[in-house]
């Protein structure tokens, strides 16, 4: 089995930055996109962030030029760097990963799908 383990969270005031951290725990994980979430109360989880194993990223327009997404392959980790953070930034910030899990010793794969339990961002104006 896969755990998704997020770190980084924490309470910054208007325009500093945080460093938001996840490791894929579990063996037999081959990664294909890891990405970043976000939810504030009463509102729609959103993506803010995405990376593929090619190294392709995507990011909305309310966090682009301001967010940047890095994944380390061979430690099966992903970082979401937030600068120039807003107060509308505050949500609840939810690791992804998407890949292939080994479910036999012969080899055969399921694709799955994994979120972390989330870290909380607060922006202070």
């Known amino acids: 089995q896969v755990r998704l383990v997020e770190s980084g969270g924490g309470l910054v005031p208007a325009g500093e930055s945080l460093r938001l951290s996840c490791v894929a725990a579990g063996g037999g994980f081959t990664i294909n996109t890891m990405a970043w979430y976000r939810q504030c109360p009463g509102t729609q989880r959103e993506m803010v962030a995405s990376?593929?194993?090619?190294?392709?990223?995507y990011y909305p327009d309310s966090v682009k030029g301001r967010f940047t997404i890095s994944m380390d392959s061979a430690v099966k980790s992903v970082y979401l760097q937030l600068n120039s953070l807003k107060p509308e930034d505050t949500a609840v910030y939810y690791c992804?990963?998407?890949?292939?899990?080994?479910?036999?010793?012969?080899?055969?794969?399921?694709?799955?799908?994994?979120w972390g339990e989330g870290t909380l961002v607060t922006v202070s104006s």
């Open positions: 992804y990963a998407e890949g292939a899990l080994r479910v036999n010793v012969e080899g055969a794969v399921r694709n799955m799908h994994y």
């Open positions: 990376i593929g194993r090619s190294g392709l990223t």
